[in-house]
């Protein structure tokens, strides 16, 4: 009787323990990497002509593969990036947070028609006009997410996101213009409840061939982590 029970009480156990393991084994795992900065002209009537961009990478890693035969990842839904610069010793520059822009979500700007007889005109489109963006990110796959830009013979540097576009300067957003130096800046993904963070190095005080973000040493890290 005993050996019933006991048999029983391993085996609801057993069970609890696989669904909670396999649960965990398909939770998103998001991983942040360097983009090597492109270098881009930018035609009239742009308000800058050429620039340099610094992005990362954020993909959904893949399940390991001995699982993939019997399980898949899940997707990270509405992910929704948050960003903020720091001084070397882990101060916040601004004293807020800058909402971040995915590359590939469309750009908050109406949209050039050409009609039947040739005109030309716009057509706002309202659920572009927005300062927020979100993604979402398969497994296996990974998307852009703008950080900063530095333009023509400007010495500093600004961030990038949706409010850009309608900042005065264009694109040149005075709440977020950084200043010739080195900074911290801390990445924070957000998805179905979970938060997935780096940090990184953001290098404006060369020229702006090599403005370029590096990874942050462990020693900086835990400077812009310990306010969370």
């Not at 057993?14 to 909670?20: E, K, L, R």
């Not at 706002?124 to 927005?130: E, G, H, I, N």
């Not at 977020?176 to 409840?193: C, D, E, H, T």
């Amino acid at each position: 009787m005993w050996n019933l029970v006991a048999g029983a009480i391993i085996a609801i156990i057993t069970s609890g323990a696989v669904a909670v393991l396999v649960e965990y084994m398909r939770t998103p795992r998001l991983k942040l990497s360097i983009e090597t900065p492109t270098h881009e002209n930018a035609p009239p009537p742009q308000p800058i002509r050429e620039m340099r961009t610094v992005r990362v990478w954020v993909s959904n890693e893949t399940l390991p593969r001995w699982a993939r035969y019997w399980m898949v990842r899940a997707p990270a839904l509405q992910c929704r990036a948050a960003i903020t610069f720091h001084h070397l010793d882990g101060r916040n520059v601004s004293g807020r947070v800058m909402d971040g822009r995915w590359a590939g979500s469309p750009e908050p700007v109406a949209i050039p028609v050409v009609g039947p007889q040739g005109e030309q005109f716009h057509i706002l489109d309202f659920t572009r006009l927005t300062l927020e963006s979100r993604i979402d990110i398969h497994p296996g796959q990974k998307q852009l997410l703008d950080i900063a830009f530095r333009a023509d013979d400007d010495p500093d540097c600004y961030g990038w996101n949706n409010a850009s576009y309608f900042s005065n300067p264009r694109w040149r957003n005075p709440d977020w213009r950084l200043p010739q130096g080195r900074y911290l800046l801390k990445v924070i993904i957000s998805s179905s409840g979970r938060d997935f963070i780096d940090c990184f190095l953001l290098l404006t005080d060369l020229t702006r061939r090599d403005f370029r973000l590096e990874s942050a040493s462990h020693s900086d890290r835990a400077k812009v982590l310990r306010d969370r």
